[in-house]
């Protein structure tokens, strides 16, 4: 499995990004993918997750009420609608799959088995 984020850069407070996670592999179908995110000198935290079959999802409180996580099948890939950015939300984004659950559930990074290469996000005041 391989995965790769994109779509991040530099955005104004209040402003809005939209991250996507391309996903190479048959077990696309088969199991929850998730966002995360590392701040300078911070731990990765969870973010998202979305169903296998994209039609659940499950929130952080940090990702409640501005982030919204979907999925498209037909174009294997994932993604995160960010809106209303505070410069705390400047980070490494990534996205992680946990090749044992299918379901949209919290995903503790340490349990993620394969991880994208990040995306930075930088939100200026």
């Known amino acids: 499995v391989q995965l790769q984020a994109s779509g991040g850069g530099l955005v104004q407070a209040g402003g809005s990004l939209k991250l996507s996670c391309a996903v190479s592999?048959?077990?696309?179908?088969?199991?929850?993918v998730g966002w995360f995110r590392q701040a300078p000198g911070g731990e990765r935290e969870f973010l998202a997750a979305v169903s296998s079959s994209g039609g659940s999802s499950y929130y952080a409180d940090s990702a409640k009420g501005r982030f919204t996580i979907s999925k498209d099948n037909a174009k294997n890939t994932v993604y995160l609608q960010m809106n209303s950015l505070k410069p705390e939300d400047t980070a490494v984004y990534y996205c992680?799959?946990?090749?044992?659950?299918?379901?949209?559930?919290?995903?503790?990074?340490?349990?993620?088995?394969?991880w994208g290469k990040g995306t930075l996000v930088t939100v200026s005041s």
């Open positions: 992680g799959v946990n090749a044992n659950i299918p379901t949209a559930q919290r995903m503790p990074p340490r349990a993620v088995h394969y």
């Open positions: 592999g048959p077990t696309f179908s088969r199991f929850a």
